[in-house]
């Protein structure tokens, strides 16, 4: 039996709404889209755009790390710290906590000394740079020049910058040579402005001791302004 002309069907049951996109999916219908949207580009302009760029691309870092430049950069930072670090330890700088915080004033050879809470830094900073054979900052230590000849003719040498490069070569490690050791009386700040230190009281090692200096405050610093061989050495 057939439905009759102009008879109403039965009512259709609705369909169920569609189950709604996983992310992948959503993903792959946008990147489709874009596509899509590229070729309409190309169609209407004749030119070729760049493609739309993914959303799962590369990170900068990620590109920075993987860059032979930024490696070779790297590399060359770490050699020149190095380089800086080894100079520092093995040739020394003027470090301000081993010396004076007490400084200027001085003019003349000696411009610029200074000492740290007592006068032992000048003594002390003597030793470092005989250490290292700095004649220039060793002898501008002594205030006179007359001063500097006793200091060298008491090692044999024509001048004083002769005689610390002389005595350089009996230091065995400058390490312990420049890290001269004060007893607690020395440690003190001065009464007077004039003080005799003599190295048979230091702790001396890894070279020579250096005699007795006569330390004089001089403006606001302190420098050498005598010295004579000691017992000791």
């Known amino acids: 039996m057939t439905d009759e002309p102009g008879k109403d069907l039965a009512p259709r049951q609705p369909q169920p709404p569609a189950p709604p996109m996983d992310p992948e999916q959503l993903r792959q219908f946008q990147e489709f889209q874009r596509f899509q949207e590229f070729q309409r580009y190309q169609e209407a302009t004749g030119q070729a755009p760049q493609p739309p760029q ?10 920075v790390l993987g860059s032979r430049i930024f490696w070779r950069a790297l590399f060359l930072l770490l050699v020149v710290i190095s380089v800086v670090w080894a100079y520092n330890h093995f040739f020394g700088v003027d470090d301000p906590g081993d010396i004076a915080q007490d400084s200027g004033g001085v ?8 000492a740290p ?21 060793a002898c501008t230590l002594f205030l006179r020049d ?31 040579y420049q890290q001269v050791m004060f007893p607690p009386d020395m ?9 005799t230190i003599d190295s048979c009281a230091l702790t001396v090692e890894g070279g020579p001791r250096l005699g007795s200096f006569v330390v004089e405050k001089v403006g606001s610093g302190w420098v050498i302004t005598d010295w004579s061989p000691s017992t000791c050495g």
């Not at 440690?187 to 003080?195: A, E, G």
């Open 187 to 195: 440690l003190k700040t001065p009464t007077t402005t004039k003080v």
């Open 146 to 176: 007359d001063t500097r000849q006793k200091f060298a003719n008491a090692y044999g040498a024509s001048d004083c910058p002769a005689a610390v490069k002389s005595l350089k070569t009996q230091v065995t490690s400058v390490d312990k």
């Open 107 to 114: 003019t003349g050879p000696a411009q610029g000394l200074s």
């Open 54 to 63: 993914q959303s799962g691309g590369k990170r900068w870092w990620l590109v």
């Open 117 to 137: 809470a007592g006068l032992q830094g000048t003594v002390g900073m003597f030793y470092k740079h005989v250490s290292f054979a700095d004649t220039t900052r």
